[in-house]
């Protein structure tokens, strides 16, 4: 007869034990998710965006594909711009004129100067007046950038400091 009770008792324990842990554990789990959400949403958009540009690249704009592709892209790009984790800013270029060759040699500086950037574009303004640089990158990156604009983005004197 002990030998059954020690066994209830036993089992109880563990059965008590289980419903101690399992909330607890739970609790945990729930709290690493509350503080890591946007790590982890940040990082799946992140993926998404890089996966998007790639494959867009590859499909080629003759693919009918490559239309949904850079849909997708920029909304993961948009969404990572929410959260924070990019930052996006228009520098307004006022002596690197459009359909130029200082337009090429600044956007070749802005790709040797930065060829880990995320993501940017030269685009000419609503008016075609002047171009327009747009930089998707890290918040902390964008002093750098600035710099860049302000060394290259100078009167028609040759580039500024290309190479650092």
Request: proline residues 4%.
């Amino acid at each position: 007869m002990r030998e059954q009770s020690e066994h209830v008792l036993s089992s109880k324990a563990r059965i008590c034990g289980v419903s101690i842990v399992l909330p607890v554990v739970l609790l945990a789990l729930v709290l690493v998710l509350c503080f890591a959400y946007r790590l982890l949403v940040g990082a799946w958009h992140f993926y998404q965006m890089e996966r998007c540009y790639r494959e867009a690249l590859k499909v080629g704009p003759s693919s009918s594909a490559q239309g949904e592709l850079i849909r997708d892209y920029v909304y993961h790009r948009d969404r990572l711009v929410k959260l924070g984790w990019l930052q996006e800013r228009v520098f307004r270029l006022r002596h690197v004129r459009p359909a130029t060759g200082r337009q090429r040699e600044f956007w070749q500086a802005a790709q040797q100067l930065f060829p880990n950037h995320f993501h940017l574009a030269l685009r000419k303004s609503e008016d075609g007046g002047y171009l327009e640089l747009v930089v998707w990158d890290r918040p902390e990156r964008m002093h750098e950038w600035e710099r860049f604009v302000v060394e290259n983005d100078v009167p028609d004197m040759g580039m500024g400091k290309v190479a650092r």
